[in-house]
């Protein structure tokens, strides 16, 4: 079955760095495009960073850019998210996800939790 887990978010400062995983199985992790996204509290889930199948493209969500960093590792079918510099509106519970397999929306993990203090 699919499953993206994630993992690797906690308590941090303002200033701070935190870097996420996320596991994948059940399906070619390796031709597909690939999402962190985020819940702030009380907010709608948006996505933040976006890297192709093969990690030779990267996009920002405008907030995030210059502060973090996608990438993949294909052998081992784990995205990661690079967050750097973090602020206390990047607090959020973060997920990831391959928006562009098939029944995408069924397969939302539980997300991590991402908490910066100020």
């Known amino acids: 079955q699919v499953q993206f887990v994630e993992s690797g978010g906690g308590l941090v400062q303002a200033g701070g760095s935190l870097r996420l995983s996320c596991t994948t199985s059940?399906?070619?992790?390796?031709?597909?495009?690939m999402r962190w996204y985020r819940r702030p509290p009380g907010e709608e889930r948006q996505w933040v960073a976006y890297i192709t199948d093969t990690g030779g493209i990267t996009n920002y969500e405008d907030s995030v850019k210059g502060r973090f960093t996608i990438s993949r590792d294909n052998d081992k079918n784990t995205l990661y998210l690079q967050m750097n510099n973090l602020k206390a509106e990047d607090t959020a519970v973060y997920y990831c996800l391959a928006p562009w397999l098939t029944n995408a929306n069924d397969y939302w993990g539980q997300g991590t939790q991402v908490t910066v203090s100020s």
């Open positions: 059940g399906f070619s992790f390796g031709n597909y495009a």
